[in-house]
């Protein structure tokens, strides 16, 4: 009698965890796997690519889009060397447009994607000089030459351009964690196995909620057992290996001894 109702209680934790959300259990974290295709680099979750030929900024524009992108403006210092980076690797002496130009108001600069807030320029010493004596350059380039900064140029130069479309992403599934309790071939719990010698740390537990929780939170822990002391006091022991791994020291006890791990699913 006393072995059933211990045998309810274990059902009832166990339903009970499985009813916990995935954040409640373990951080959430949903990785994302990205890919680019042929030509072009993958930065975050964007690919990029230089036009292989050389256009006015608006042919360069339309260059971009018939590659199924857009041009590129860079919004952080760390994306604009990645892309200064790629530019290098195609040509040494690069010197390629970004969504970029003042165009509209001299010198009021307007990036594409960057409407509403202050747009992101790092010009070269000197720059933006509108072209000097020669007047009215209204188009952004990064240049080898201009040490991988900015500058304003002639709309009408001919460039390659930077330009960014978006990376083919998948986040991979997330499981929920649960703790899967132990049973011999007939789907009974046991209740006198447990993983020996693997304890990280263990201490008084309400039960397997509890142990549970605590396993997922303390980094290393595999798994757990649940002794029960002569008191009836449960005790928690988190392991820092599993039964799989280490089946030698998977034992028959003469107390009570609950195991369970982190299962998938
Ligand atoms: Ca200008
Ligand atoms: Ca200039």
């Not at 000089?129 to 130069?157: F, K, P, R, S, W």
Request: some cysteine; charged content about 25%; proline content about 3%.
């Amino acid at each position: 009698m006393a072995f059933m109702s211990e045998f309810f209680a274990i059902v009832v934790a166990v339903l009970s965890m499985r009813a916990l959300s995935e954040s409640d259990f373990c951080p959430s974290r949903s990785p994302v796997e990205c890919s680019c295709p042929l030509e072009w680099q993958l930065w975050g979750s964007a690919c990029y690519r230089l036009t292989p030929s050389k256009r006015t900024w608006d042919g360069a524009k339309t260059a971009c889009q018939d590659m199924g992108g857009k041009m590129a403006a860079p919004r952080s210092l760390e994306e604009m060397n990645f892309m200064a980076e790629l530019a290098r690797k195609v040509d040494s002496n690069y010197y390629a447009w970004i969504a970029c130009n003042d165009t509209e108001v001299e010198g009021t600069w307007e990036c594409d994607g960057q409407e509403g807030g202050e747009p992101f320029l790092v010009w070269d010493n000197g720059q933006p000089d509108d072209g000097g004596t020669h007047g009215n350059q209204d188009c952004v380039v990064i240049a080898e030459q201009h040490n991988h900064m900015m500058d304003d140029g002639h709309c009408d130069g001919s460039n390659r351009a930077f330009c960014v479309r978006q990376a083919a992403c998948t986040h991979l599934p997330t499981q929920p964690r649960q703790y899967c309790l132990s049973t011999d071939t007939n789907g009974r719990i046991l209740v006198s196995t447990c993983l020996l010698d693997h304890s990280i740390r263990e201490f008084i537990t309400e039960g397997v909620v509890a142990c549970g929780s605590a396993c997922a939170e303390e980094s290393g822990c595999r798994s757990f057992n649940i002794k029960k002391t002569e008191g009836g006091r449960k005790i928690c022991q988190l392991n820092n290996s599993t039964s799989s791994e280490d089946k030698d020291k998977f034992q028959k006890t003469d107390y009570f001894c609950m195991y369970s791990e982190v299962c998938i699913g």
